[in-house]
């Protein structure tokens, strides 16, 4: 019967479901920090009791229909009206919410608690970018955070414009940056790498460009990293980057931007200090590199339309300086 | 007019024919704006309602070519975020809610026995105030501001800094003024259920979409006006410059969302406890028996009602709230399940043991169950607080609350206008081509919105109008749309249809479907006056188990005068008692008025002068309302 | 049952069945259960403005906000609050005397309970005029003008209907059949009477008490 076949499709589906999640580039479900790895047991464990839920119910009303069908007048005897409602409607699903809440306050009770040793990140919510800020460091940068493996890490979010929601789905869940209530983000991460994270709620015109990137790292290469960002950036060695900073201060960057240790000091836009070693532009809207970084100065109304990061007229030549400038930052 | 005379008539002064020329409206367009009768009203509902779903169908189908790969150029960012606005606001308020309300208008003063609904004027306010916020709401596109923040509109992106457009003032005056349709809709259906059902008809007989529509309506009467104070609080804010959601003044955005889900949540629930009761209708119909363990089904309905209250949380799970105050809310989540459970195996306990029949309204409410039966498991697994945190406003959500609110509401609707539209049409639709859309749909809605799961898990935000290649999103997103168009082709051959039923159909005898209640006594269209002679009602399957249908007569005494056809020549329909239906008199259904649409009428004219901020709109809006509004009571105290 | 002969058409709104006597209503009217489930709307609109006012009272640090003065309840607070709620008390007259076809008892208990209250919405209004915040000023003034004008307005709405069935009396649009009108009335009063109650403790007393 078709209608069998479209049951085993529904599970097949659900198959291709689990494969592809398990083995896609940033899945929830291959989890690389500790919130997301108790969220995607507790997955397991429903998704083997939604397949269940699944199959068996949708056999039963197969097969009532199947029944229903060969039959010519209605059936007088069998199983009970009310033994179909106590048993598959409410016995069974009582036993299976039972267990779903188990899970439920099990996992709960082991995530988001605090811990004074944590390490403390400031993030807040722009639009549409997020400002990264380390306590007591004076590291300021934007839409990347670095991170150690394996220690407790404390994430601060605020906004002061309107609701933002942060989510690396292979680290953990979503806690919405509210403004006038600043929330708090705790979890470790468990394995290097290198994770996205979006916005999740949506926040104005450029709610789908509002990407970042989390670099987890060894705790050691995190320290180091860490040391030599707390000191401004030194002086540009290439000579067509130290034109591109005075380029820089010269037209409107330094006006939004800040890079740490120059004049630049704006806060409109996102802390250009360390812009050259971060994986992408514009939160995620292009890759990083000295093209399209050229790309982007020279229209960003393009590629991010309704940004808040106007066109500066500049001649060629002056945007290549910039452009070498900017890469430069490391 | 000629003077002919009729031998029958003359035999019989109080025929059929006869009761039709007291009750019917004026013709052509008079008689448009100016019928009481619940069933013009409440097929106009349906068929405006419909409007407003090809409408937003269409802004999804927009949507969906954006998405389909990764980059694209279809909209702009703001056209995105004005379409999923408008989708999301229109199917809520202008298609599910009214598409509803238009089978609970036209179904249940027939599945009840009477003649018409207890304020049959306020009824016809209430279509009229629908369609005037309706075209308020789709206004905007002409003036080229159609509201942009979202189909909750979260404050303070909504608020003045932030949209400074008129786009938001839309949304949120609309959303006041559709409210005042709902909430007179909804007391009209509770009064009507309690004081004017047939002889015999006590609350133990009444169909479970009757009993669905007083759920809908407690639940209505409940949450609506707290919607009202969410969007009219905002409006203060945005035009009034009060400081409601203003955190630097000590207002609060999460109040604005305690206040819109408070309603949000229940309203899943008010759109869908109807739609289980369409199915409790298609499906003991099409199985030849009773529906299995009727109290059980009316009692989760109830009990659906009320829990959804205690849910509205659930949406805010991610918004720093200490998980020990959640668990409550994701415990309550958790036992909302039990109803459904309850009702599944009750349709699955009704087809076990009668004799299935699969006509397209069969299939539809088939194809409901496959799908919320997903649907319902995805509810189960979003109350489950950290589960939440990684799917809530994420792909995953989307396919979540589309498989509850198309698959479990839009899969019944359409079963419900198989099912139903005979009645009021008069003319049977094709079954070839209904099983042909219904497998079309299925096939596309499956398509469409089981990817986005995944989509979810793969960390796709919802509300993006765009995303990068490289993330492994695109072939997912490519199959939603193609499933998009899919569906949307099998919709428009049930609208194909509709209009080849309408016009060249075969004609629709009384009770096609061999059913059990009431509306289905009546001939195939309803003639404006429903019944002649009022039903006498011993059971709770009255045309199954009593044949012939008794029917009463008019009795000399003022309980009884109603009932018979002298009633209906007087164009009174009877009052019986509240829990024992009994008769207890007669009230007079008014003779068809402007008032309803004046009334509607001075009501959008002020909301309009409220939008542009005119004084003087504002005021000729009033007085047009308040002209209304008194001529209508003078009217009530001559014909009490 | 007598018949008449009229031919389809020549004059179809003229029925003569003999008339069986007047329709009575049992127990409460359409009218009266239609009134009474759109107050139950109006409750819950109050509900939910009274539930705002704890929100944002809980989401503060001190209450009222910006060192605004908590709301005096002196003596006149107290009297204009026992004469809104003391207007109640005619219209339990005039509801019982509506039934008897007493209608000179119903006016003046009608007069009576609308001098109450338009001296209630006097002192409200002048109330208004005395505050040193706008409803622009914080959260605060917002809510508290919201929902103590939203009320008088409730009182003001009451004092038109409460004229409006005064005309229908003097029209004699109302007698013993016929005062759903009355009925309707007396609920929406008893209601926006209570309202105050639930107002007064949460706007007026409840700064008060920390």
Not at chain 2, 584 to 607: D, H, K, N, S, W
Request: glycine letters at 10%; one cysteine or more.
């Amino acid at each position: 019967m078709s209608r069998h076949r479209r049951v085993l499709g529904v599970a097949g589906v659900f198959a291709a479901t689990v494969a592809l999640a398990g083995c896609g580039g940033a899945s929830m479900l291959d989890p690389k920090g500790s919130e997301a790895r108790h969220i995607a047991g507790a997955w397991w464990v429903m998704f083997g009791l939604a397949m269940f839920v699944y199959v068996v119910v949708a056999v039963f009303i197969v097969g009532a229909v199947l029944r229903g069908r060969r039959r010519r007048r209605p059936e007088g005897s069998g199983i009970s009206d009310g033994a179909f409602v106590w048993v598959g409607g409410i016995i069974v699903p009582a036993l299976i919410l039972f267990v779903i809440a188990v899970v439920t306050v099990d996992t709960t009770a082991a995530l988001r608690k605090p811990d004074r040793r944590a390490l403390r990140v400031d993030v807040r919510g722009q639009d549409w970018w997020w400002e990264v800020r380390y306590p007591g460091t004076g590291i300021r940068t934007a839409n990347e955070l670095h991170l150690p493996v394996g220690r407790p890490i404390e994430v601060r979010l605020t906004s002061d414009n309107v609701i933002h929601s942060f989510w690396v789905p292979q680290i953990g869940g979503k806690v919405d940056v509210i403004p006038g209530q600043p929330n708090y983000f705790r979890f470790t991460i468990e394995k290097a790498g290198l994770y996205r994270g979006v916005c999740a709620e949506f926040c104005g015109v450029q709610h789908a460009n509002m990407a970042f990137y989390v670099r987890a790292e060894s705790p050691g290469l995190f320290d180091r990293w860490e040391a030599a960002h707390a000191q401004p950036p030194s002086e540009p060695a290439d000579e067509l980057a130290a034109q591109g900073a005075l380029v820089f201060q010269r037209v409107a960057c330094a006006g939004c931007h800040t890079v740490r240790g120059t004049q630049a000091v704006g806060t409109k836009g996102p802390d250009l200090t360390d812009v050259g070693s971060r994986h992408a532009l514009a939160a995620g809207t292009l890759e990083n590199s000295a093209a399209s970084l050229r790309r982007w100065i020279a229209d960003p109304q393009h590629y991010k339309p309704g940004a808040l990061m106007p066109q500066v007229p500049l001649s060629g030549d002056d945007l290549t300086k910039i452009v070498a400038y900017l890469t430069s930052l490391k | 007019m000629a003077t002919i005379t009729r031998p029958e008539i003359v035999d019989d002064v109080l025929s059929d024919e006869r009761l039709e020329e007291i009750w019917k409206d004026p013709p052509g367009f008079i008689g448009f704006l100016k019928t009481v009768d619940h069933k013009r009203i409440g097929i106009r509902y349906i068929y405006t309602a419909f409007v407003f779903f090809f409408a937003s169908g269409l802004l999804a189908l927009v949507m969906r070519l954006q998405l389909a790969g990764p980059n694209m150029g279809v909209l702009s960012p703001e056209a995105y975020n004005e379409f999923f606005t408008m989708h999301g606001t229109s199917m809520i308020f202008l298609f599910n809610t009214p598409v509803l309300a238009g089978f609970g208008n036209y179904l249940l003063p027939m599945q009840i026995g009477t003649r018409d609904m207890a304020f049959p004027r306020l009824n016809a306010f209430s279509y009229w105030v629908f369609v005037f916020a309706g075209i308020f709401l789709y206004a905007s596109f002409l003036v080229g501001s159609p509201p942009n923040g979202g189909w909750f509109a979260y404050t303070p992106l909504t608020d003045r800094v932030y949209s400074a457009g008129q786009n938001l003032d839309f949304w949120g005056l609309a959303v006041v003024f559709i409210g005042i349709s709902t909430t007179v809709g909804a007391v009209n259906f509770l009064v009507t259920t309690i004081k004017l059902r047939a002889p015999g008809m006590t609350l133990n007989r009444l169909p479970v979409f009757v009993w669905s529509m007083l759920v809908f309506s407690f639940m209505v009467v409940f949450s609506v006006p707290v919607v009202t104070t969410a969007a009219g609080l905002l409006e203060l804010d945005r035009l009034f410059g009060t400081q409601f959601f203003v955190p630097a003044l000590g207002g609060s955005t999460l109040l604005y969302q305690h206040l819109f889900w408070f309603w949000g949540h229940p309203e899943v629930y008010i759109l869908f406890v109807p739609a289980q009761g369409m199915v409790s209708m298609i499906v003991p119909v099409f199985s030849r028996r009773a529906l299995a363990g009727y109290v059980w089904v009316v009692a989760s309905l109830v009990a659906i009602g009320f829990i959804s209250f205690g849910v509205w949380v659930h949406h805010m799970f991610a918004t720093g709230i200490p998980p020990l105050a959640i668990s409550f809310f994701s415990a309550v989540g958790l036992v909302i399940a039990i109803p459904s459970g309850i009702q599944f195996f009750a349709w699955i306990a009704t087809m076990w043991k009668g004799v299935v029949e699969l006509t397209t309204p069969m299939l539809f409410a088939l194809g409901f169950m496959l799908i919320f039966l997903l649907g319902g498991i995805t509810g189960v697994m979003v109350s489950v607080l950290p589960f939440d945190w990684q799917v809530t406003d994420s792909y995953f959500v989307v396919a979540h609350f589309h498989y509850v609110l198309n698959g479990a509401v839009v899969f019944p609707i359409f079963g419900a206008v198989y099912y139903w539209m005979p009645k009021m049409i008069g003319r049977m639709l094709s079954e070839r081509l209904g099983k042909a859309s219904f497998w079309t749909m299925f096939v596309g809605f499956n398509l469409a919105f089981f990817p986005m799961h995944i989509l979810g898990f793969l960390g796709m935000p919802r509300r993006v109008y765009t995303y990068q290649s490289g993330l492994g999103w695109d072939a997912l997103n490519l199959l939603a749309t193609i499933g998009a168009f899919v569906f949307a082709f099998g919709v428009l051959l049930s609208l194909v249809n509709f209009v080849w039923a309408r016009w060249r159909g075969a004609p629709a005898p009384p009770n096609p479907w061999q059913a059990d209640t009431l509306e289905w006594m009546t001939a195939s269209p309803t003639p404006e006056y429903n019944f002649a002679q009022i039903p006498v009602v011993e059971s709770r399957h009255p045309l199954w188990d009593q044949d012939p249908m008794p029917v009463s007569e008019s009795g000399g005494d003022p309980e009884t005068r109603a009932l018979g056809r002298e009633g209906a020549a007087r164009k009174e329909t009877p009052l019986t008692s509240g829990m024992r239906a009994e008769p207890a008199g007669a009230m007079t259904v008014p003779e068809p008025t402007y008032l309803p649409f004046v009334l509607a009428l001075g009501i959008a004219v002020l909301v309009a002068g409220l939008l542009v901020q005119a004084v003087l709109i504002g005021v000729l809006g009033l007085v047009l309302g308040a002209v209304g509004l008194v001529r209508w009571t003078w009217r009530t105290a001559e014909t009490p | 049952m007598s018949t008449a002969l009229d031919p389809v058409g020549t004059v179809p709104r003229t029925i003569s069945v003999a008339a069986p006597p007047p329709a009575r209503h049992e127990g409460y009217g359409r009218g009266f259960w239609g009134v009474a489930i759109l107050i139950a709307t109006e409750g819950m609109l109050f509900l939910a403005l009274v539930a705002t006012y704890f929100f944002l009272r809980a989401a503060s640090t001190s209450w009222p906000l910006g060192g605004i003065e908590p709301p005096e309840i002196g003596v006149r607070a107290w009297v204009f609050t026992a004469l809104l709620l003391g207007s109640s008390v005619p219209i339990f007259w005039a509801d019982a005397a509506v039934k008897q076809g007493d209608y000179r008892v119903v006016r003046v208990a009608l007069t009576i309970s609308s001098l109450m209250g338009a001296a209630f919405l006097v002192n409200t209004v002048l109330d208004f005029r005395d505050l040193t915040f706008g409803w622009d000023t914080n959260a605060y003034g917002s809510i508290y003008y919201v929902i103590v004008g939203l009320h008088a307005t409730h009182v003001g709405a009451g004092l038109v209907i409460s004229a409006v069935v005064q005309i229908k009396l003097w029209m004699g649009l109302i007698d013993a059949e016929h005062h759903t009108a009355v009925e309707v009335f007396s609920l929406y009063w008893h209601f926006v009477d209570a309202v105050w109650i639930v107002v007064f403790a949460s706007v007026f007393i409840s700064p008060h008490l920390r």
